[in-house]
C-alpha cells in the first residue's frame, strides 16, 4: 500500500514535470489568417454579350469568357464608326471618327480606304489632388502599376463611369490589336494625347520609308522623322502587300517606352472579297470577326500578347507628377541594363484575372488559330498542358508546310511572333482530351506575380464541357477563392492554409512565445574538435613562413649588435645633416 | 496602272487630311437631353438654353466667353504640359452662358464643367469636347448661390498635367486645389534632390546666375575674406624678413623652389604610405 502510494506520488510528479517540460519545449501555435473579401470570380453583368448574333448585319462569334468583348463595339470595329447607327455607337465608348472606313475602290465589296485614329493613355497615374492612381487597370487584385497604352479614339470621360476611377473599357493593357486586310490603304492617326513625345513604328508590317508628303513613315526620330510632340498628330500611310502577324510599338525612348507598353500586334489579314476584318480587338484575346482567310482553315483565333513588367519603371510616373520628373528619372536614372521584370501579362492582365478575359475556348475536333506575341524584354518558354500545337508561322511568314514543328514549348525571343495551329482532335498527341489546360511561361518567374504564385501569365485551354454558364472554368482542385484577394498578392496569406483538417502548414503565431533554452549537449568534445581543426585546416603554410619571419627577424638582430658602433655613427651623422640642412636653408 | 493611280490619289487626298484644317463643329446632331454630336468628333453634353434653374428669378445675365486649349497655353506655367488659356472664371448666379471652345491641337480635348444640379444637367456635368484645331459651342444656365466649381479636360492625365481651371458663380465657394498659377498641388513632387547635376553648364541657370549677380549686393565681409586676412597678416612680416633686399628674380627662384621642395616631400610621404600599406595589405593577404 505504502508503496503503491509512493509510486503514485512519484508517478504525478513525474507527469507535472514532463508536463510543465512540455509546455517550455512546444513550438508557436499555427494561426488562421483572414484571406480577407475575395471578388467574385466572375463578376461581369453582361451574360448577354456572351452569344454569338449579328450587330449591325456583322456576325459576331460566340465568346464562352466570364468578361466577353461587346459584341456592339467588335461590329462598330468591324463596319467602322462612320457606317453604324448612332445608337450603336452610343453602346460603345468609341469617338465618332475612331475607325473609318470607305472607298471600296477595287470593287470587292469591302472598303480599301481605312482611317485608325490611336490616342495614347496613362493608367494608373499619378493624381496631384489626392493619394491613388488615376484611372485604375488591375492586372491582378490589388496591382496596379503605371503603364501607357495606345487605345482607340474614345469620347467623354477616361473612367468608366461617372462614380470610380476605373478607366474606361477602350483604356487598357495591351495596347489594342490592329487587323487590316492586305492590299487596304492604311492611315493610322497617332493623335498624341499624352505628356511625352511618341511615334509609331510598324514592325514587320510592310510600308515605305517616307509617306505620300516625303515626311517619314518609319517612326524612328533618328532617322525618319520628328517626334510627335504632346498635342499633335501624325499620320502613318500603309498599303501592306504582305499577310501576316506583325507588330507596332512607339519608336520614342523606345527601351522605356515600349515596356511601359506603347506596344501592339498589328495583324495584316489575306485579302479576300467581301472582307470586313476587325480593326481593333481591344485587350486581345479572342477575335469575335475573324477574317475570310481565318475562317477558310479554322474555327476560332485567339490574340495571345504576352508581356512584363518592372515596378521600378512603372512606379515613376506614379510618385512624380512634374513631367520634367518623370522624363528625368526615366531617360536618364532608370538603368534598364540593371532592371528584372516583376510582373508578367498575358492579353494585359495577370492571373487570376486571365480566367476571366483570355481563356481559350475549346470543342474536339476544331482548329484554334493562335497569334503569339511576346513584347517583354526576354525569352517567352511558352508551354501548353494537354495540346501538342504547330507553329504555322514565324513573324507573319509561313513556314515550310513540310517542315512546320509540332510541340508542346513555343519559345519566343522578344518581339517575336508564333501563329499555332490548336489542334483538339484527341490522338494522344495533338490533344489528350477535353479538360481544363492550363497554358503557361515556363521559365517558372513568368507564373509569378513579384514572385507569388500562382500568378503572372497563366491561363488555360478549356473545353466547353468544363466550362460553367458564367464562362469560368468548373475547377475541381485547391479553393481559387484566396486568388481573388489583394492580401494573397499582399503575401500575407498563407499559400496553403487550410489545405488540410487542422492547418498543419498555416501561419505561425509567435506572439508572446517564450522560446526555451535550446538542448544541451556536451560542447566540450565540440570545442576541442573545433580547436584541433583550426590548426589542421591552415597551421601548415604558417609554421613554415613564422619560422622565415623569425630567422630574418634573428640575423637582423644579430648584425645590429656587431655593428652597433657603424649604425650609431650613422644615425648621429643623419641627424646633424638633416639640422645642418634646415639650418642652411 | 490604274491602281497605281488610285493610290496616287489616296496618297494626295491622305496629305490633305493630315494637314487638317481648322473645323467650325456647328452642324450637330440633337440626341435629346441636351446631348448633340457630330461625325467629327465634337460633342456637347448638358446643353440647357432655356430651363431656369430652381432658386432663379429668371436670368440674371447673358454672357459670352471664348476658351481655348492647347500645349502652348501650358508654357508660362513650368512642368505642365497641357492648358487652358484661362485659369479662372466667374459670374453672377442664374447666368446664361455660352462657352465657345477652341482647341488649338490636334488631338482631342475637353472643357468638361461638374458638380450641377442633376435635375438639369445629366450627371451634373456640362461638356464639351472637340479634337483640335477646331471650335464647339454649348450653353448653360448657372444655378443660383455662390459655389466653384471643377472645369477641367478628363483625359487621362491631362487634369493633372495642367488642364484644370474653376468658375465660382458670385464669391465662389473656397478655391480649389492645383489650378496652374492659382492654387499649389496637395500633393507635391519632392524637388530637393533635382539638380542640375553640380558643376554642368546651363544657358538658362547661367543667364539667371548673371541677372542675379547684378542685382543681388556682395556681403562685404565673408569667412573666406576674414581666413585671407589673417594669413596676409602673418605671413607678410616672414616673407618681408625673407626678401629684404631681393631681386624679382631671385623671389621667383626661391619660390620656384620651395614649392619644388613641398612636392618632392609630398611624393615621398605617399610612396612611403603606399608601400606601408600595400605591405600590410599583403601580410593580412598572406596570413
Known amino acids: 500500500m505504502w508503496r503503491h502510494a509512493f509510486s503514485v506520488l512519484v508517478g504525478g510528479v513525474a507527469l507535472l514535470i514532463s508536463h510543465s517540460v512540455a509546455a517550455a519545449v512546444d513550438l508557436p501555435p499555427t494561426i488562421k489568417v483572414e484571406p480577407g473579401k475575395a471578388e467574385p470570380v466572375c463578376q461581369s453583368n453582361m451574360p448577354e454579350w456572351r452569344d454569338a448574333q449579328v450587330i449591325e448585319g456583322v456576325q459576331i462569334q460566340e465568346s464562352r469568357r466570364c468578361n466577353p468583348d461587346n459584341p456592339t463595339t467588335v461590329a462598330a470595329l468591324v463596319k467602322g464608326t462612320n457606317n453604324i447607327s448612332m445608337g450603336a455607337l452610343m453602346d460603345t465608348y468609341l469617338a465618332a471618327d475612331a475607325v473609318i472606313k470607305k472607298n471600296d475602290t477595287d470593287g470587292d465589296g469591302d472598303p480599301d480606304l481605312i482611317i485608325i485614329k490611336l490616342e495614347v493613355a496613362e493608367l494608373n497615374g499619378h493624381s496631384p489632388d489626392f493619394q491613388g492612381v488615376v484611372p485604375t487597370f488591375d492586372i491582378a487584385p490589388g496591382i496596379q502599376p503605371g503603364m501607357w497604352v495606345f487605345a482607340p479614339k474614345s469620347r467623354g470621360m477616361a473612367t468608366k463611369s461617372f462614380v470610380g476611377l476605373e478607366a474606361n473599357p477602350l483604356l487598357r493593357a495591351p495596347s489594342p490589336v490592329i487587323r487590316v486586310e492586305q492590299g487596304d490603304t492604311i492611315w493610322i492617326q497617332l493623335e498624341n494625347t499624352h505628356y511625352f513625345p511618341h511615334t509609331i513604328h510598324l514592325h514587320g508590317v510592310d510600308h515605305p520609308f517616307v509617306d505620300s508628303s516625303g515626311e517619314g513613315n518609319d517612326g524612328v526620330p533618328q532617322t525618319s522623322e520628328q517626334l510627335v510632340m504632346p498635342g499633335e498628330m501624325r499620320t502613318y500611310e500603309i498599303k501592306p502587300r504582305q499577310p501576316g502577324t506583325f507588330a507596332y510599338h512607339c519608336h520614342v525612348q523606345t527601351h522605356v517606352h515600349l515596356a511601359m507598353g506603347l506596344v501592339g500586334m498589328f495583324v495584316v489579314e489575306e485579302n479576300r472579297p467581301d472582307n470586313w476584318v476587325q480593326t481593333f480587338n481591344v485587350g486581345a484575346g479572342q477575335v469575335r470577326h475573324p477574317s475570310k482567310a481565318v475562317l477558310e482553315k479554322y474555327d476560332s483565333e485567339y490574340d495571345l500578347h504576352y508581356h512584363a513588367i518592372d515596378k521600378e519603371l512603372h512606379d515613376i510616373i506614379q510618385k512624380f507628377n512634374d513631367p520634367r520628373i518623370i522624363a528625368k528619372k526615366m531617360n536618364r536614372e532608370y538603368d534598364m541594363t540593371d532592371s528584372t521584370e516583376d510582373y508578367y501579362t498575358l492579353n494585359g492582365r495577370s492571373f487570376p484575372y486571365t480566367i476571366r478575359e483570355s481563356l481559350i475556348v475549346a470543342e474536339p475536333d476544331k482548329n484554334i488559330k493562335a497569334r503569339v506575341f511576346n513584347s517583354s524584354v526576354e525569352l517567352l518558354s511558352l508551354h501548353t498542358h494537354g495540346h501538342k500545337a504547330t507553329i504555322t508561322h514565324y513573324d507573319g511568314i509561313e513556314h515550310n508546310p513540310m517542315a512546320q514543328i509540332t510541340r508542346d514549348v513555343y519559345n519566343l525571343s522578344p518581339a517575336r511572333r508564333n501563329d499555332l495551329r490548336i489542334s483538339t482532335v484527341d490522338d494522344g498527341l495533338h490533344n489528350y482530351g477535353e479538360g481544363i489546360w492550363i497554358f503557361h511561361d515556363h521559365r517558372e518567374k513568368g507564373i509569378t506575380t513579384d514572385g507569388m504564385n500562382p500568378g503572372g501569365n497563366v491561363s488555360a485551354i478549356v473545353y466547353k464541357s468544363f466550362l460553367n454558364e458564367e464562362g469560368i472554368p468548373k475547377l475541381q482542385g485547391v479553393n481559387v477563392a484566396p486568388y481573388f484577394t489583394k492580401e494573397f498578392f499582399a503575401r500575407q496569406l498563407p499559400v496553403w492554409q487550410g489545405a488540410d483538417a487542422w492547418n498543419s502548414l498555416g501561419e505561425v503565431d509567435a506572439r508572446g512565445y517564450d522560446q526555451p533554452a535550446a538542448f544541451p549537449v556536451d560542447t566540450s568534445i565540440a570545442a576541442k574538435k573545433a580547436n584541433r581543426k583550426i590548426p589542421e585546416a591552415s597551421g601548415g603554410d604558417n609554421t613554415l613562413r613564422n619560422f622565415f619571419v623569425g630567422l630574418l627577424l634573428g640575423v637582423f638582430a644579430y648584425l645590429l649588435v656587431v655593428n652597433r658602433e657603424k649604425v650609431i655613427a650613422m644615425a648621429k651623422s643623419l641627424t646633424s645633416s638633416k639640422k645642418g640642412g634646415q639650418s642652411d636653408a | ?287
Open chain 2, 1 to 287: 496602272m490604274r491602281s497605281l493611280l488610285l493610290t496616287t490619289l489616296l496618297f494626295i487626298v491622305a496629305g490633305a487630311a493630315s494637314a487638317k484644317q481648322f473645323q467650325e463643329h456647328n452642324a450637330l446632331m440633337d440626341h435629346g437631353g441636351g446631348h448633340l454630336m457630330d461625325l467629327g468628333g465634337g460633342m456637347v453634353m448638358g446643353q440647357n438654353v432655356d430651363r431656369i434653374p430652381d432658386g432663379c428669378d429668371g436670368i440674371a445675365a447673358t454672357k459670352e466667353i471664348t476658351v481655348h486649349a492647347g500645349h502652348k497655353y501650358a508654357k508660362k506655367f513650368p512642368g505642365r504640359i497641357y492648358a487652358f488659356d484661362v485659369q479662372e472664371y466667374q459670374f453672377e448666379p442664374c447666368t446664361k452662358l455660352t462657352v465657345h471652345f477652341i482647341n488649338d491641337d490636334h488631338v482631342r480635348h475637353q472643357w468638361m464643367m461638374h458638380g450641377l444640379p442633376k435635375y438639369l444637367y445629366p450627371k451634373g456635368m456640362f461638356h464639351l469636347e472637340v479634337t483640335g484645331p477646331g471650335k464647339i459651342s454649348g450653353t448653360l444656365i448657372l444655378p443660383p448661390g455662390e459655389k466653384t466649381y471643377l472645369v477641367h479636360c478628363d483625359l487621362a492625365q491631362h487634369m493633372e498635367k495642367g488642364m484644370k481651371g474653376q468658375l465660382k458663380t458670385g464669391k465662389g465657394s473656397g478655391d480649389l486645389p492645383s489650378i496652374p498659377g492659382v492654387t499649389p498641388f496637395v500633393i507635391q513632387d519632392d524637388y530637393s534632390k533635382l539638380g542640375p547635376p553640380a558643376g554642368i553648364k546651363t544657358a538658362e541657370a547661367a543667364a539667371v546666375a548673371s541677372k542675379a549677380a547684378d542685382k543681388q549686393e556682395q556681403p562685404l565681409i565673408s569667412g573666406v575674406l576674414v581666413i585671407g586676412l589673417a594669413v596676409g597678416l602673418l605671413l607678410t612680416p616672414f616673407l618681408m624678413r625673407k626678401f629684404k633686399g631681393m631681386s624679382a628674380g631671385e623671389i621667383a627662384a626661391y619660390v620656384l623652389d620651395v614649392t619644388k621642395q613641398l612636392i618632392g616631400y609630398l611624393v615621398r610621404m605617399l610612396s612611403w604610405l603606399y608601400s606601408r600599406v600595400s605591405s600590410l595589405i599583403g601580410r593580412k593577404g598572406s596570413a
